[in-house]
């Protein structure tokens, strides 16, 4: 019996973890109309990252992801990733599909994705996967991303913050578009909640 209500504890707290594994790295949540989610932050060097959950609500969902951070040369040139819940990269983009060549931001456009939990990571553009846009189909550690990237030190010094609004030249903006949110489906609260009951109830017989 034992064993048994240490399984359903196990249950219960991968499922009301579910939540709590999100953000790892806070940004900022600028706006979410429906089917858009924008985020924004501020790199802090080039060894630096950007990462966040989002939430596609239903299967066989195309989503549009794309970076708006070079600025015509005023800010840095920025490296997008795509992963699923697990980690898996299922898409990573250095610049925009050529022309206009002058576009030195992130596109990525990811088809019939499943319902779930997903994650962007957002680099300066020296620091980037092992495999670079090659990296499809390998996985991240998502607790230890800094492990999956690699710095190439020809591109220069790091960034650094530098004065003015938003912080020139290590500022990142995304826009997210598709059956998008930052809150799962409610069928997920659902199993959220029953996850945080099931720990409760094994708490309370065990007392």
């Not at 924008?38 to 939430?55: C, Q, V, W």
């Amino acid at each position: 019996m034992k064993k048994f209500l240490s399984a359903v504890l196990a249950v219960g707290l991968l499922c009301g973890a579910f939540a709590v594994q999100a953000e790892q790295r806070p940004v900022n949540i600028d706006s979410e109309a429906p089917g858009v989610i924008e985020f924004s932050g501020t790199l802090l060097t080039s060894y630096d990252y950007a990462f966040s959950k989002f939430y596609v609500l239903s299967d066989n969902s195309d989503v549009t992801l794309e970076t708006f951070s070079f600025l015509s040369g005023k800010n840095f040139d920025p490296f997008l990733v795509l992963v699923d819940g697990n980690g898996k990269i299922i898409a990573a983009n250095d610049d925009k599909a050529d022309p206009p060549q002058a576009v030195r931001d992130s596109y990525i456009f990811a088809a019939s994705l499943e319902q779930g939990e997903y994650y962007f990571i957002v680099t300066n553009s020296p620091y980037t996967p092992v495999g670079g846009e090659g990296s499809v189909g390998n996985t991240i550690d998502l607790n230890n991303i800094v492990n999956a990237y690699v710095h190439d030190p020809l591109f220069g010094p790091e960034l650094s913050p530098a004065p003015g609004i938003g912080g020139v030249n290590t500022h990142w903006n995304l826009k997210i578009t598709g059956d998008v949110s930052i809150v799962p489906e409610p069928e997920t609260w659902a199993m959220l909640l029953a996850g945080l009951g099931i720990v409760g109830a094994v708490a309370r017989r065990r007392s």
